[in-house]
């Protein structure tokens, strides 16, 4: 099976992290995630990170810096994430392409369930928030 390449844009103003529901016909449909998808043919994990945002939520980012990226298998495919941290332009959240779109804090962020893959990337960004 070949891994899918997902770009994951970690938006954030100032202390605050845009999150969004995923769509519930969507898999793991009512996850919480970072805004995000597939990274298309030439185009690179930032591009595809800061296109993702404007589709799911019609937020302005730019790129800030490139995170490390990591795999995850589930038992139907396995995902390649390109985390990116963005800086926030302009706009404020729209559910376009996703549900609930919102700015959340380091405190806030716990109370949301994600989808296992998110797991490590969580833990990451509680140790070092903002970074």
């Not at 519930?24 to 449909?29: E, I, R, Y």
């Amino acid at each position: 099976m070949t891994p899918v390449p997902i770009a994951l844009a970690l938006v954030w103003k100032g202390p605050l992290l845009l999150l969004a529901r995923r769509l519930k016909n969507a898999h793991l449909g009512g996850f919480w995630e970072f805004p995000g998808g597939r990274i298309e043919l030439g185009e690179s994990p930032a591009d595809a990170a800061v296109r993702e945002v404007r589709e799911e939520t019609n937020v302005v980012c730019s790129l800030a810096s490139a995170r490390s990226s990591f795999e995850f298998a589930y038992p139907d495919r396995t995902i390649v994430f390109h985390p990116v941290n963005c800086t926030w332009v302009f706009g404020e959240p729209q559910p376009l392409g996703s549900l609930e779109p919102r700015w959340v804090s380091q405190l806030e962020i716990t109370g949301y369930e994600f989808p296992p893959a998110n797991r490590q990337l969580l833990d990451e960004l509680q140790a070092h928030w903002g970074h």
